[in-house]
């Protein structure tokens, strides 16, 4: 089992920056694909930002050029920076682990933090 705690989230204008945690607790060390998702009233969930346990990154095309995914292995946290931040930002934001057991895979996904961007 995973446990995600995430922190960060809150109020900011537009064009202001926020930096979201997610600290991953438990079975860790087969931890593999860090990411972030958001959904906004009324949408579906989307991805957000994807990292590899290597570093490689994927980005949605929204929030490319503004946002950086990055983890640190060691404390198995991973770090979502969202810059230039517009209204449509505006969504709970949630981490997901992916964790590998042999040919099995496993998702853990945090409880969410409100991400609101005024205009």
């Known amino acids: 089992q995973v446990q995600l705690v995430e922190s960060g989230g809150g109020l900011v204008q537009a064009g202001g920056s926020l930096r979201l945690s997610c600290a991953a607790s438990g079975s860790i060390s087969s931890i593999n694909g860090m990411g972030w998702y958001r959904q906004a009233p009324g949408k579906q969930r989307e991805l957000v930002a994807a990292i590899t346990r290597g570093g490689s990154t994927n980005y949605a095309d929204s929030v490319k050029g503004r946002f950086t995914i990055s983890r640190d292995n060691a404390k198995n946290t991973v770090y979502l920076q969202m810059n230039s931040l517009k209204p449509d930002d505006t969504a709970v934001y949630y981490c997901?682990?992916?964790?590998?057991?042999?040919?099995?895979?496993?998702?853990?996904w945090g409880q969410g933090t409100q991400v609101t961007v005024s205009s």
């Open positions: 997901k682990v992916v964790r590998l057991e042999g040919p099995l895979v496993y998702d853990y």
